[in-house]
């Protein structure tokens, strides 16, 4: 039995009919290539398939694509908005917060989510922040303070009244 | 990994979602999924179909009514951890709340989905017991409710029936003067407990008059501690007082402790008793 969903990723609305059992992450990487997103655990924890669903970081490994019917998913992709990097890319690009990169859309996505809600993080803070998101590589130092930089960058922006 | 095969239907009223449960037996209701997306991945489970409730808005929210706080059971992790309501009427419950997993899980897990699941590991369930919530359930026969003591019967069972949804959970508002506390030793990749202990502290003239204590993630269903309870009453709510009541914690687990790869039972037990004091000890500072 397969279900009618429509889903808009990135802006653009990609409807399809889906096995129920298909999980978020399948539904973005399959049907249009979109593959920044990763699957790594596949159990919720290393947080590589992060996404903003609504807005709100959700782990695609643990949500169904029929959950997300009608919803607007976020991707690595989607994030840089006409051709200039989101200060997050920026930040990660310039502190060297990634080595091999696979966790990296994942690291973006969950250090989003911590902005929102909490706009100007101790770097305690945000190692809280990402504690659902697993690196292999870096040890994390440089993601902190990519981070760190990337709520500068934000904060100096909303002072302004700039877009960010 | 994928799931098995099911049927998916999606309600939109809990009335629907009864008549579905009804007509195929061994349908599981669907949440947020953060409990059963796994348990589908891992094949622990193969329900016919899935019943997708999270779309209903009677089930979401917190809400003061009167003397009870009442919680629907679509109402995220998150939104408990950030409830002002919460914070000022069972502060525990947000404490424990903001310490399930990560942001993102605490985005998408709910009330209702976590105490239906009942994992022995899992934090809402022992701060429900301690606070004496009680579970709001429609079933086949109409609705019910049936007290936090009653409803967590065995790991992963508790007194939901095959037909039965779980609407929402209610508690008494923290009088004044309570202290309340959650304290953790959470599993450094799952964020699960091994020991979770929630402690509520009343003191009147100097002297503890009321103390509830509750240990989850140490044995197969969470516990009240009514030894540690009743050490404390009389008793003053400060330093040596405190470690002598939760020394008692070890008489209260009984025998049938987990263990796993990561903390033997042995352990559980010598060291639920640090965190028994550290509840104690941090519901006190905080009685107002």
């Known amino acids: 039995m397969k279900v009618p969903v429509s889903i808009q990723i990135n802006g653009r609305l990609y409807e399809s009919e889906v096995e129920p059992r298909k999980l978020l992450v399948h539904f973005i990487r399959d049907l249009d290539n979109l593959t920044g997103t990763k699957v790594g655990c596949d159990t919720s924890q290393c947080g590589a398939c992060t996404v903003l669903l609504d807005g709100v970081a959700v782990k695609s490994c643990t949500c169904l694509a029929v959950q997300a019917d009608g919803a607007e998913v976020t991707t690595i992709e989607g994030l840089a908005q006409n051709g200039e990097l989101h200060p997050l890319q920026e930040a990660f690009w310039n502190k060297h917060g990634l080595q091999c990169g696979f966790c990296t859309p994942g690291m973006i996505f969950a250090s989003h989510e911590l902005l929102r809600t909490n706009p100007d993080p101790t770097d305690e803070e945000i190692r809280h922040g990402l504690e659902g998101n697993l690196c292999r590589c870096t040890g994390y130092q440089n993601i902190v303070r990519s981070v760190r930089e990337a709520a500068d960058i934000m904060n100096a922006d909303t002072q302004d009244g700039g877009e960010g | 990994m994928f799931a098995p095969r099911f049927g998916y239907h999606r309600v939109s009223s809990v009335a629907e979602a009864g008549a579905l449960l009804r007509e195929h037996p061994g349908a599981k209701l669907l949440a947020g999924g953060h409990s059963l997306i796994p348990v589908l991945k891992l094949r622990l489970a193969e329900p016919p179909a899935l019943i997708d409730i999270g779309r209903l808005a009677e089930l979401k929210g917190i809400s003061v009514e009167g003397e009870a706080v009442r919680i629907g059971a679509l109402t995220t992790h998150a939104e408990l951890a950030a409830s002002a309501d919460l914070e000022e009427h069972a502060p525990a419950l947000a404490e424990a709340a903001g310490m399930i997993g990560d942001p993102a899980v605490r985005n998408r897990g709910t009330i209702g989905g976590n105490v239906a699941h009942a994992d022995p590991a899992s934090d809402l369930p022992t701060v429900l017991l301690a606070l004496d919530a009680s579970f709001e359930i429609v079933g086949a026969d109409g609705e019910r409710t049936v007290a936090a003591a009653d409803f967590f019967q065995g790991m992963m069972a508790t007194a939901l029936g095959d037909d039965d949804l779980l609407t929402a959970v209610v508690l008494p508002a923290r009088p004044p003067g309570q202290g309340q506390a959650y304290a953790k030793f959470a599993h450094p990749a799952s964020r699960y407990a091994v020991i979770g202990v929630a402690a509520t502290l009343e003191v009147n003239d100097g002297v503890c008059s009321a103390a509830a204590v ?75």
């Open chain 2, 214 to 288: 509750a240990a989850g993630g140490l044995v197969p269903v969470p516990t009240r501690a009514p030894s540690v309870e009743q050490a404390l009453v009389g008793e003053p709510a400060a330093g040596d007082a405190i470690a002598t009541a939760a020394s008692q914690i070890g008489t209260d687990l009984g025998d049938d402790l987990i263990g796993d790869l990561f903390a033997s039972a042995e352990y559980r037990k010598a060291v639920a008793g640090v965190y028994v004091q550290q509840a104690l000890a941090t519901a006190a500072e905080r009685i107002g």
